[in-house]
């Protein structure tokens, strides 16, 4: 059974930067493709960025474009989202999904069979 857990979340200030992972345990995590979502408070968790499973194939929302880059490290179980120039808007809880298949498909949740427990990431002044 894979876990995943995440971590790296914290306060920052505006422009700033984090770097956020998910580890994996129980399994081998280049078998999966792997999604980031967050959810802001009061709003409906959304898809932010997602990987395939050996790494050559990555999708981003268009509010993180440019800004945000997901990245994977098989041989450590570990997915990574960097995170720069960050606003406000940024502030959620961030989750890391793992879907049995290869590739990306979308964010529809239910794609997603396994998810960490959230990293909370506060972006203010």
């Known amino acids: 059974q894979l876990q995943l857990v995440e971590s790296g979340g914290g306060l920052v200030q505006p422009g700033g930067s984090l770097r956020l992972s998910c580890a994996a345990s129980?399994?081998?995590?280049?078998?999966?493709?792997v999604g980031w979502f967050r959810q802001a408070p009061g709003k409906e968790r959304e898809g932010v960025s997602c990987i395939n499973s050996s790494g050559g194939y990555t999708n981003y929302a268009d509010s993180v474009k440019g800004r945000f880059t997901i990245s994977r490290d098989n041989a450590k179980n570990t997915v990574y989202l960097q995170m720069n120039s960050l606003k406000p808007e940024d502030t959620a809880v961030y989750y890391c999904?793992?879907?049995?298949?290869?590739?990306?498909?979308?964010?529809?949740?239910?794609?997603?069979?396994?998810w960490g427990q959230g990293t909370q990431v506060t972006v203010s002044s």
């Open positions: 999904a793992a879907r049995t298949r290869y590739y990306c498909s979308g964010y529809a949740e239910y794609e997603y069979e396994y």
């Open positions: 129980g399994s081998t995590l280049g078998y999966y493709a």
